[in-house]
Structures are given as structure tokens and as C-alpha cells.
């Protein structure tokens, strides 16, 4: 638990401070994405799947360095058409492998791309929706307070009041008083943010905190269906006492295309 506390301390510092400066955040997500996609391709090769890591990789680069690139430069969407050819190799590339299952093989190299990259690009352009071509760091930070409060209230309310399994298939310690916790303590903290940031009303703070809960606890379940499947305990041992940044960051992946989503069509009518 010490262990744990101090990780999670230290870390949560590092993810803070990121978010002050654009450059700095660019940078701090750019690596984490990577790394995360790592951890979901060491992953999967538990199951006797061999995904193209390294071209997986590189594209994974590619498509997020383009999207900052849109974003600081206004570089134009299409320059994405690079990584056509690339993405594409993988076929190519498959043919010389004899594998007895190709096409999983290229499957979970795509796989990778939207389950990991996509989600991460999608969280780190909520930096720039308020203003496509600033920075901005009230839209992330929010978005990481009220995941936090999610999943603190929905762990505290658990422990207290847990009896419902929410859905014991995939993770037997959930609660639905645990997620209605936490949705209570994230649309809390949203009031709170909207006192800080009035750039948006109460209102749309809290659908955005309802959101997070909601599509964060699913991105929760879709992971520990991917580790039930593939007998594991955690995505990686990056972080002591937390396991890999994949496991920290699994409810982002699902919520932050539809929080993006959602907040781009409010700001952009």
C-alpha cells in the first residue's frame, strides 16, 4: 500500500505538471501512448498473437505527432495519407512470417491503434477544442480530476455500501453502489471545476462528469475482459504497485472519444 501511495503521488505530479505547457504535454502523452501500446501488444502475445509491434509503433507515432501537428501548426488533415502505405505493410509484411494465424496477427496490430492510439489522441485534443490553434489546459485537467473522482468515490462507496455486483463476469468487485458513488463524487468535483473554469455552465460540466463514469467504468470492464482472456493480472510493472500505465489509463480509452465528441459538438454548434 505505501508502495502504491508513492507511486501514485509521484506520477500524479509528473501527469500535472505536463499539462502546463503545451510542448510538455505534447510530449509526456506522446511517450505514454507508446508505452501503453506496448503494454497491449506484450499483452496480447500471451495468447500466441505476434502484432507487428514495431510498425504499430511508428504509425502510433506518426498519427499523434500529425494530430499535434494539425493542432500547433495547422498542418491539414490529409498529410494522415502518409500512413496509409505504412499501416498497410503489415500485410505485406505478414506474408514472410509463416504463421499459422496471420490475419489475428494483423488484426491486433489494428486493434492497437484504436484501442490505444486513437483514445489518446482523442484526450490530448481536448487540449486545443476550445481553440484549435491554442493550448489550452482546463478541458484535460478537468477531465483527469473527475476520472480520479470516478474512481475513488466509486472505490470508497464500494467498500462501504458494495453489495450489487455491477458485472461480476468480467470484474467481480464492482459494485452499482460503487459506480453510483462515483458518479456522485465526479458530477461533485464538476461543480467545483466550474466554479474554477466558467468558460462552460455547470450544466455541461456535469454531463461531461457523467460521461466520464459512465464510459469510464466500461473502458474499466473492456479491460479486464482483455486480461481475463488472456490470463493476466496486469498490463505491465511500470509502475510499482499500480501495474502498467494501460491498467492507470483504462478508463480513458473509452471515454475520452465520446467526451471529445460530445464537447465539440456544445462548443461548435
Not at 66 to 85: D, G, M, N, R
Not at 107 to 114: A, N
Request: proline share 4%; hydrophobic share 50%; net charge positive.
Amino acid at each position: 500500500m505505501k508502495t502504491r501511495a508513492i507511486t501514485a503521488f509521484f506520477f500524479t505530479i509528473v501527469m500535472l505538471a505536463s499539462l502546463l505547457n503545451g510542448y510538455a504535454f505534447t510530449g509526456f502523452y506522446l511517450i505514454l501512448s507508446i508505452v501503453a501500446l506496448l503494454e497491449f501488444y506484450k499483452m496480447v502475445k500471451i495468447g500466441g498473437i505476434r502484432p507487428h509491434r514495431n510498425i504499430g509503433v511508428f504509425a502510433a507515432a506518426v498519427i499523434f505527432l500529425l494530430t499535434a501537428s494539425y493542432h500547433f501548426y495547422q498542418f491539414e488533415l490529409k498529410y494522415l495519407l502518409l500512413i496509409v502505405p505504412l499501416v498497410f505493410s503489415v500485410f505485406i509484411f505478414e506474408l514472410y512470417k509463416k504463421e499459422k494465424i496471420p490475419f489475428a496477427n494483423i488484426s491486433y496490430t489494428f486493434v492497437g491503434f484504436i484501442y490505444v492510439t486513437v483514445p489518446f489522441c482523442f484526450f490530448y485534443s481536448l487540449g486545443f477544442l476550445a481553440d484549435f490553434n491554442n493550448y489550452n489546459f482546463h478541458l484535460p485537467l478537468a477531465f483527469l480530476l473527475m476520472l480520479w473522482a470516478s474512481d475513488t468515490g466509486a472505490y470508497l462507496f464500494g467498500v462501504k455500501f458494495g453489495k450489487t455486483r455491477l458485472f461480476e463476469r468480467h470484474s467481480p468487485k464492482k459494485s452499482w453502489e460503487g459506480f453510483l458513488g462515483g458518479l456522485f463524487t465526479s458530477v461533485v468535483v464538476s461543480y467545483l471545476i466550474s466554479r474554477w473554469f466558467p468558460e462552460m455552465n455547470p450544466f455541461i460540466w456535469a454531463g461531461m462528469a457523467v460521461l466520464i463514469v459512465c464510459f469510464g467504468t466500461l473502458g474499466d470492464l473492456v479491460e479486464s475482459m482483455l486480461k481475463r482472456s488472456l490470463d493476466t493480472k496486469d498490463s505491465g510493472s511500470f509502475l510499482p504497485g499500480h501495474g502498467g500505465f494501460l491498467d492507470r489509463f483504462d478508463g480513458l480509452l473509452i471515454a475520452a472519444p465520446v467526451v471529445y465528441v460530445y464537447l465539440y459538438l456544445i462548443l461548435n454548434p
